[in-house]
């Protein structure tokens, strides 16, 4: 069984925020929603000060707390481990972010500003199926899907996921520190087994949660 | 944007709004049961032959419905609330809505009254449960205002991403409140109906709104120092909300309730006038009890650094 995950090596994260940008062209994410920002903090006072970074995302959960609390069934946990949200069966309750510990999910609220261009269905119906995650429902929640339209993409055209860049999260292909790793966490000869191998194992965020992330960190400051 | 944060961060998907839907619903299905656990729903009034204390049961839990889907981001899907029931408290909420106002309503129709007939009286069932019919349909609403009283509660206690939420304690405070406000409205509507409170009513409502104030407590000294939960008390306690917490939740809401009902049980003659202090502090203090509780809802950080002295510049977005 294929379980998507991704590997975050924290300690060599040069704060470009590559991923950040890259996530937002790819995924034309509403308006104030940033589904892959990086989060930097000070360490230290001058003049022995530095600055750490921890790029984060969806922790796409083995046991969910978005996918147990949604009510309309609008999230969804495939079988490969990417939770998804389905934005024309959400009924905008917002239980998902409630319950999620991470903030990962984000409410596309209609605040009289104007969607980026191109991604909201009602001003562009047009949009092609190419596209459709680029379309963004107003009065529904949306999140990082792994870039779930590329993985769909390079399995179905035989390209190795989490190496072909077509077939692979813009943010891990984008990021020019490589410090993103993605790749079959059920698989023990994956490139994200054995990195987690090497670094003797993976840490998650909020572990208190026991929500079983997908996505995991080694180098955590 | 405020996700994705090295610091506490509060939680603003939900407040008054919910806090109202929480509080009618809490009232609208304890009122079903208390008029009936009292024996009250006759003798009461009644409005187009069916009884005030149902009356305001119904119109409790629709104006709560009602503020629901209008507070969804898209209310005219609210119908797929209904769909997973296999795991959200939502979608069981929902139900027990639903449930409650047919059934509830069933129950009630052969009193309906109409321009003086009663259009449905030939309905199979004695609307005051008297036969098997009757009481078939009260225990089913019955069990669905018990589910329609407790599962706001048990909504927020589900997740543990926020700590403050995530304790059995909470659905226990909404489920306590809401029987002590239903019983003291129904005090009310007595007193307004021109009957006398009963000494055993007092002595009720006396237990109820102990148990709620032991409820808050211990809830409270439990886990303080977990991260996040630490933060939530913070506020209630020492921060803004010190003052309508331990003022309208606790005092006005719990403590003198207590001590107004037993005194209420045993002065016979200040009684309904104490019923009715009781129902005036009980509402509103239930009402803040759960809009706090929203408010005070902290996340956690995502991640504690391991370095002590770090200080968070929050998310940066590359600019």
Not at chain 1, 62 to 68: G, M, N
Not at chain 1, 154 to 170: F, I, K, S
Not at chain 2, 97 to 105: H, K, R, S
Request: glycine share 10%; hydrophobic share 45%.
């Amino acid at each position: 069984m294929t379980r998507w995950g991704m590997v975050i090596d924290a300690a060599r994260c040069v704060g470009c925020q590559a991923c950040t940008v890259a996530c937002k062209t790819e995924n034309q994410s509403p308006l104030d929603a940033w589904y892959a920002p990086v989060i930097e903090w000070e360490e230290g006072e001058f003049p022995d000060a530095t600055l750490n970074y921890l790029p984060v995302l969806c922790n796409h959960c083995e046991d969910a707390p978005c996918v147990t609390a949604c009510p309309s069934g609008a999230l969804k946990r495939r079988d490969d481990g990417i939770v998804i949200a389905d934005e024309e069966v959400c009924i905008g309750s917002r239980a998902c972010m409630a319950a999620c510990p991470y903030g990962a999910l984000h409410y596309f609220e209609d605040r009289g500003t104007v969607a980026v261009e191109g991604a909201d269905a009602e001003a562009s119906p047009s949009v092609p199926e190419r596209y459709a995650h680029q379309r963004h429902v107003r009065g529904a929640v949306s999140k990082c899907t792994y870039c779930a339209h590329k993985i769909d993409f390079g399995l179905e055209n035989g390209l190795e996921v989490g190496v072909h860049p077509l077939a692979t999260p813009a943010c891990v292909v984008t990021c020019p520190a490589e410090c993103r790793i993605f790749g079959d966490l059920d698989d023990a000869d994956s490139n994200v087994s054995r990195y987690l191998a090497e670094h003797g194992g993976g840490e998650v965020l909020r572990p208190d949660a026991k929500t079983l992330p997908s996505t995991q960190y080694v180098g955590l400051p | 944007m405020d996700q994705f944060n090295l610091e506490a961060r509060t939680q603003r998907v939900w407040d008054i709004n919910h806090a109202i839907w929480f509080t009618l619903m809490g009232v609208g299905g304890g009122v079903f049961l208390a008029g009936r656990i009292l024996n009250l729903t006759e003798g009461l009034g009644q409005v187009l032959g069916i009884p005030t204390v149902d009356v305001v049961s119904f119109l409790a839990i629709a104006v709560g419905g009602a503020i629901l889907v209008a507070d969804l981001g898209r209310p005219l899907q609210a119908w797929r609330a209904f769909v997973n029931v296999r795991t959200s408290w939502i979608s069981w909420g929902a139900w027990s809505d639903l449930i409650f106002l047919v059934v509830a309503g069933l129950l009630v129709l052969p009193a309906l009254s109409l321009g003086g007939s009663e259009p449905f009286s030939g309905l199979g069932w004695d609307p005051h449960g008297g036969d098997g019919g009757g009481l078939a349909l009260e225990i089913v609403a019955g069990v669905a205002a018990v589910v329609v009283m407790t599962y706001a509660g048990a909504v927020l206690a589900r997740p543990r991403s926020i700590p403050y939420w995530n304790s059995p304690a909470v659905p226990l405070q909404f489920l306590l409140s809401s029987a002590a406000m239903s019983v003291a409205v129904v005090m009310l509507i007595e007193v307004i109906a021109g009957e006398p409170v009963s000494p055993g009513q007092m002595v009720l409502l006396g237990l109820l709104t102990a148990g709620l104030a032991v409820a808050i407590v211990v809830h409270l000294v439990t886990r303080a120092d977990a991260p996040g939960k630490k933060e939530s008390l913070d506020r209630l306690l020492r921060g803004r909300h010190r003052t309508v917490f331990t003022g309208t939740v606790l005092a006005a809401g719990t403590v003198l309730p207590t001590v107004l009902s037993f005194a209420g049980a045993a002065a016979g003659d200040a009684r309904d006038a104490l019923a009715v202090i009781c129902c005036v502090l009980l509402v509103p203090g239930g009402f803040w009890l759960r809009l706090l509780t929203l408010r005070v809802g902290i996340f956690p950080p995502v991640h504690i650094p391991s370095t002590a002295g770090s200080r968070s510049t929050g998310v940066s977005l590359g600019g």
